[in-house]
């Protein structure tokens, strides 16, 4: 009888008995399985807990042979980096003719092609995530980050270098879009080459990220919540439902694309807050455990194959933005 797992733990059961399961990071098929020795689900929980606290802590005393916690930590940019190539891919492919890939606000007619708007949304992309690096700003890659830690057993000291090497590994994959889009990157035959090495980019030395984080010199799109409250009941007589519709799709941009000057965001962020809501499962944040729970935390543990937000919830999230002109 195969092992259940239980929901967010590492916790399975096995003929009634649970045991404590963990995959050894690095290792294509090597595992961790102890018995907990009990029936009963909450005295797992706790058992399994003591040993969550000592994982980490083993696997820097004995790591598996062959293995580093940085050549880890460079199959997770790699795998990102193909992830983001792959989705680049797919949106290609499934485009209509003639259409744009990134630019959504892009329409036939326009006095800018397709491809023009789309290197436009590219380049802008490209250019928000050399600030982030250049100004020690990596907080957009930090969600991220803390899924991609716990789904490959990282240990916590190596959060910030994930966090910076996310970011490099978003910059080559927007390169790899740009030149797609320009005609001189293979779309599906890609040499090996292509698909640049992060082993060899030297990340941001640990030194140099502030421990305290620097006043914005603007104010952010967040100082504005109660404006742009006034502005929609002023312009477009939003009653208090609407009102409360509205605030709900601001508090959700913000903490999907992160809280910025206004003039910052692009119109890639508007892509990235409509892909994710695309992912959202349409019932959430409906019971008292998930009211507090991250967006992307809510999505990592909904059920593949479930029911995502509709196209008409994703339109009206996005009708208050757009009027705006936030994205």
Same mark, same amino acid.
């Given at each position: 009888?195969?092992?259940?797992?239980?929901?967010?733990?590492?916790?399975?059961?096995?003929?009634?008995?649970?045991?404590?399961?963990?995959?050894?990071?690095?290792?294509?098929?090597?595992?961790?399985? /102890?018995?907990?020795?009990?029936?009963?689900?909450?005295?797992?929980?706790?058992?399994?807990?003591?040993?969550?606290?000592?994982?980490?802590?083993?696997?820097?005393?004995?790591?598996?042979?062959?293995?580093?916690?940085?050549?880890?930590?460079?199959? +997770?940019?790699?795998?990102?980096?193909?992830?983001?190539?792959?989705?680049?891919?797919?949106?290609?492919?499934?485009?209509?003719?003639?259409?744009?890939?990134?630019?959504?606000?892009?329409?036939?007619?326009?006095?800018?092609?397709?491809?023009?708007?789309?290197?436009?949304?590219?380049?802008?992309?490209?250019?928000?995530?050399?600030?982030?690096?250049? %100004? #020690?700003?990596?907080?957009?890659?930090?969600?991220?980050?803390?899924?991609?830690?716990?789904? #490959? #057993?990282?240990?916590?000291?190596?959060? &910030?270098?994930?966090?910076?090497?996310?970011?490099?590994?978003?910059?080559?994959?927007? &390169?790899?879009?740009?030149?797609?889009?320009?005609?001189?990157?293979?779309?599906?035959?890609?040499?090996?080459?292509?698909?640049?090495?992060?082993?060899?980019? &030297?990340?941001?030395?640990?030194?140099?990220?502030?421990?305290?984080? %620097?006043?914005?010199?603007?104010?952010?799109?967040?100082?504005?919540?109660?404006?742009?409250?006034?502005?929609?009941?002023?312009?477009?007589?939003?009653?208090?439902?609407?009102?409360?519709?509205?605030?709900?799709?601001?508090?959700?941009?913000?903490? /999907? +694309?992160?809280?910025?000057?206004?003039?910052?965001?692009?119109?890639?962020?508007?892509?990235?807050?409509?892909?994710?809501?695309?992912? /959202?499962?349409?019932?959430?944040?409906?019971?008292?455990?998930?009211?507090?729970?991250?967006?992307?935390?809510? /999505?990592?543990?909904?059920?593949?194959?479930? %029911?995502?937000?509709?196209?008409?919830?994703?339109?009206?999230?996005?009708?208050?933005?757009?009027?705006?002109?936030?994205?």
């Amino acid at each position: 009888m195969p092992l259940c797992s239980h929901k967010c733990s590492h916790i399975t059961r096995k003929r009634g008995v649970y045991h404590y399961r963990r995959r050894l990071p690095g290792a294509a098929h090597g595992e961790v399985c /102890i018995s907990l020795r009990t029936y009963n689900y909450r005295e797992a929980e706790h058992r399994a807990g003591l040993l969550d606290a000592e994982f980490h802590g083993v696997l820097r005393r004995v790591r598996v042979p062959g293995v580093s916690l940085e050549s880890d930590l460079q199959a +997770v940019l790699r795998a990102e980096l193909k992830r983001f190539v792959d989705d680049d891919l797919g949106r290609r492919m499934a485009r209509q003719p003639l259409s744009a890939v990134y630019a959504h606000w892009w329409e036939p007619g326009d006095p800018q092609t397709a491809d023009e708007a789309d290197l436009k949304a590219i380049r802008n992309a490209q250019e928000s995530l050399r600030r982030d690096l250049k %100004t #020690n700003s990596p907080n957009e890659m930090a969600d991220r980050a803390e899924q991609l830690l716990k789904q #490959n #057993n990282l240990p916590p000291e190596m959060m &910030e270098r994930l966090t910076y090497g996310l970011l490099e590994a978003a910059v080559k994959g927007w &390169e790899i879009a740009e030149r797609r889009t320009l005609g001189s990157e293979p779309l599906v035959w890609v040499d090996s080459s292509a698909l640049i090495d992060l082993a060899t980019v &030297e990340p941001e030395p640990a030194a140099r990220i502030p421990t305290q984080p %620097t006043e914005p010199s603007r104010p952010l799109a967040s100082t504005f919540s109660s404006d742009f409250i006034g502005w929609g009941k002023a312009s477009a007589q939003w009653r208090n439902n609407a009102a409360s519709q509205a605030s709900a799709s601001f508090a959700l941009f913000l903490e /999907i +694309v992160g809280d910025r000057a206004i003039d910052d965001y692009t119109a890639v962020d508007g892509e990235r807050f409509r892909a994710t809501l695309r992912r /959202i499962p349409a019932k959430y944040r409906k019971s008292h455990a998930e009211k507090d729970k991250p967006i992307q935390a809510i /999505i990592a543990d909904a059920p593949a194959g479930g %029911t995502t937000l509709s196209e008409k919830t994703i339109k009206r999230h996005f009708w208050a933005l757009v009027h705006r002109r936030m994205i």
